[in-house]
């Protein structure tokens, strides 16, 4: 059985930095892609990175483009999420999703076009 378990998540100030995890167990994924999204309170979930396995391809929506990087350690079958200059706006839920296919022409941006989920970890971002 797949599980991916995120970590790090907290309470931060605005401008401060916080780095996510994502430990993928019960299969070691070698092609398709892993991701990123979060959810506020009363917000839509929001795509926010992805990343390919075969190449470490790596896409951003525009509101994080800069601002975070999505990484692979593909020998501990894990995804992390490198956020600065974090603002309160930032505040949600946080989830990693893996893929057993990589969806082009943008479809990685799309939270139906992941396989597996994790349950999230709570970012807060105080001003």
């Known amino acids: 059985q797949v599980q991916l378990v995120e970590s790090g998540g907290g309470l931060v100030q605005a401008g401060d930095s916080l780095r996510l995890s994502c430990a993928a167990s019960?299969?070691?994924?070698?092609?398709?892609?892993m991701g990123w999204f979060r959810q506020a309170p009363g917000k839509e979930r929001e795509f926010l990175a992805a990343?390919?396995?075969?190449?470490?391809?790596?896409y951003y929506a525009a509101s994080v483009k800069g601002r975070f990087t999505i990484s692979t350690d593909n020998a501990k079958n894990t995804v992390y999420l490198q956020m600065n200059s974090l603002e309160p706006e930032d505040t949600a839920v946080y989830y990693c999703?893996?893929?057993?296919?990589?969806?082009?022409?943008?479809?990685?941006?799309?939270?139906?076009?992941?396989?597996?989920w994790g349950r999230g970890t709570q970012v807060t971002v105080s001003s």
């Open positions: 999703a893996a893929a057993t296919f990589w969806a082009g022409f943008g479809g990685y941006q799309r939270s139906a076009k992941y396989d597996y």
């Open positions: 990343i390919r396995i075969t190449d470490a391809g790596a």
């Open positions: 019960g299969r070691t994924f070698t092609s398709g892609g």
